[in-house]
Nanobody, 123 residues
């Protein structure tokens, strides 16, 4: 399985971005996928996750109400719609695929990782 994350960029406070995570392989649709991020000088943290069926989602408190995760299994793609961006959202965003169907907050269960896409929110 290979994951490719893209869609990052430089935006202003309050702007929106949509990140995409495209996967190779037919098994992508069977497993949970999550977005993590790592800001400069900080540890990588869970941002959002979606279960295999796409009917259960989870968010970090810091992004609830602003970010929306979704998946299109036909396209082997998971999206992260990010609205009302803040400077503290600046980070490299990674998508990752679990070997489980349900969402897990711990990055240790995610075995496949994309290369990361940089999001910079300028004030």
């Amino acid at each position: 399985v290979q994951l490719q994350a893209f869609g990052g960029g430089l935006v202003q406070v309050g702007d929106s971005l949509r990140l995409s995570c495209e996967a190779s392989g037919r098994t992508f649709r069977r497993y949970a996928v999550a977005w993590f991020r790592q800001a400069p000088g900080k540890e990588r943290e869970f941002v959002s996750g979606i279960n295999w069926a796409g009917d259960s989602t989870a968010y970090a408190d810091s992004v609830k109400g602003r970010f929306t995760i979704s998946r299109d299994s036909a396209k082997n793609t998971v999206y992260l719609q990010m609205n009302s961006l803040k400077p503290e959202d600046t980070a490299v965003y990674y998508c990752a695929q679990s070997q489980r169907g349900n969402i897990d907050y711990h990055e240790g269960v995610y075995v496949y990782w994309g290369q990361g896409t940089l999001v910079t929110v300028s004030s």
